[in-house]
């Protein structure tokens, strides 16, 4: 089931069990956006899918039946372009934030919320993502973040190396050694997603 309130305005998506919820959201933010809320993200795929009706901005629910919000952004970020999305939730696990930033949400919002802060994360990330719209821009972000990667890998290796030297064991054989490196590699891993972001939006913007 789909339900659609319309306005000549960029198109949000809704993905909240709770049909209750859905349609107040929906017809809160209704005189600003045009809004189409889904029961399911099974459904909302589909219609992702579809090629028809794509939003500028999504938001989901991460508590959902047959599939997670967060599995939702995954598919969509895994074969097609990112969208901008929002998630929110009754009660977030710890796991569960650190997969809404893998699949890189711009906002997060705890149940239950005053319908005015969604409105102004709403304009606070549509604006953020019509800032980053020409290659040049793309490039000197994606320069500074490749700099900085670089250079982790650099002191991370150097870091280790030198805290060894002195005892004659060779790097990385050795569990300090290791330990090093595993408290190097989580802002690395961050950066690298980062950048892989970066380059698929170039590409994006490179054949429009």
Same mark, same amino acid.
């Given at each position: 089931?789909? /339900?659609?309130?319309?306005?000549? +305005?960029?198109? /949000?998506?809704?993905? =909240?069990? @709770?049909?209750?919820?859905?349609?107040? #959201?929906? @017809?809160?933010?209704? $005189?600003?956006?045009?809004?189409?809320?889904?029961?399911?993200?099974? !459904?909302?795929?589909?219609?992702?899918? +579809?090629? =028809?009706?794509?939003?500028? &901005?999504?938001?989901?629910?991460?508590?959902? $039946?047959?599939?997670?919000?967060?599995?939702?952004?995954?598919?969509?970020?895994?074969?097609?372009?990112?969208?901008? *999305? &929002?998630?929110?939730?009754?009660?977030?696990?710890?796991?569960?934030?650190?997969?809404?930033?893998?699949?890189?949400?711009?906002? #997060?919002?705890?149940? $239950?919320? %005053?319908?005015?802060?969604?409105? %102004?994360?709403?304009?606070?990330?549509?604006? @953020?993502?019509?800032?980053?719209?020409?290659?040049?821009?793309?490039?000197?972000?994606?320069?500074?973040? *490749?700099? @900085?990667?670089?250079?982790?890998?650099?002191?991370?290796?150097?870091?280790?190396?030198?805290?060894? +030297?002195?005892?004659?064991?060779? #790097?990385? !054989?050795?569990?300090?050694?290791?330990?090093? %490196?595993?408290?190097?590699?989580?802002? =690395?891993?961050?950066? +690298?997603?980062?950048?892989? =972001?970066?380059?698929?939006?170039?590409?994006?913007?490179?054949?429009?």
């Amino acid at each position: 089931m789909s /339900i659609a309130l319309m306005n000549p +305005s960029p198109l /949000i998506w809704i993905i =909240e069990d @709770e049909e209750d919820l859905a349609t107040t #959201y929906a @017809e809160y933010l209704s $005189p600003q956006y045009q809004t189409k809320v889904f029961l399911t993200a099974k !459904e909302a795929l589909a219609q992702f899918e +579809s090629g =028809e009706d794509r939003p500028a &901005i999504i938001i989901t629910d991460v508590k959902l $039946p047959f599939m997670d919000g967060i599995s939702f952004l995954g598919e969509i970020k895994k074969k097609y372009r990112p969208v901008p *999305a &929002i998630m929110i939730s009754g009660y977030a696990e710890k796991n569960e934030l650190v997969r809404a930033a893998m699949v890189g949400i711009q906002g #997060y919002l705890d149940k $239950p919320f %005053h319908l005015n802060l969604l409105n %102004h994360l709403i304009e606070k990330v549509l604006k @953020e993502d019509a800032l980053v719209t020409d290659p040049f821009t793309l490039y000197q972000d994606r320069t500074v973040l *490749a700099d @900085e990667y670089s250079a982790l890998c650099v002191q991370r290796y150097m870091s280790a190396e030198n805290a060894l +030297s002195q005892a004659g064991v060779p #790097y990385p !054989e050795s569990g300090e050694a290791m330990e090093c %490196h595993r408290k190097q590699l989580g802002r =690395e891993n961050l950066l +690298s997603l980062q950048l892989r =972001e970066l380059d698929s939006k170039i590409n994006v913007c490179l054949k429009n």
